[in-house]
């Protein structure tokens, strides 16, 4: 089936190719070779939006569930030092909000009820 073929993912590889930035070493350098800012598990979820909130430094991340079947998710920022998991419904859409504050949890919002 389209779901479980990974159209939706494929369709945004060709519609929106990702950004490649390089650059020469470092001797140096403290960072890695390599790095991300987000990694998501498993590939059924598609990071939609990803953009600094309006009113403060805080994260919104939009992802969906794309393959129509539930699982259960998680989202990772690694140079955050903070992970999110939850369950998605088969085409279930979140908005998280990260607080640049890492003593405060993660939270589910819905951007259109502020």
């Not at 994260?59 to 699982?71: D, F, H, M």
Request: aromatic residues 6%; charged residues 20%.
């Amino acid at each position: 089936s389209w779901e479980s073929a990974g159209i939706v993912a494929q369709a945004a590889l060709l519609n929106q190719p990702p950004v490649v930035m390089f650059s020469t070493s470092h001797p140096d350098g403290i960072l890695p070779q390599s790095a991300s800012f987000i990694e998501v598990a498993p590939a059924q979820i598609q990071v939609t939006v990803l953009k600094r909130a309006e009113d403060n430094d805080d994260l919104i991340i939009r992802v969906v569930e794309t393959a129509q079947s539930a699982c259960l998710g998680t989202i990772s920022l690694p140079q955050w030092n903070r992970v999110f998991s939850g369950q998605f419904l088969p085409g279930e859409i979140k908005t998280l909000r990260v607080p640049r504050d890492g003593t405060k949890p993660i939270v589910e919002t819905n951007l259109l009820e502020q």
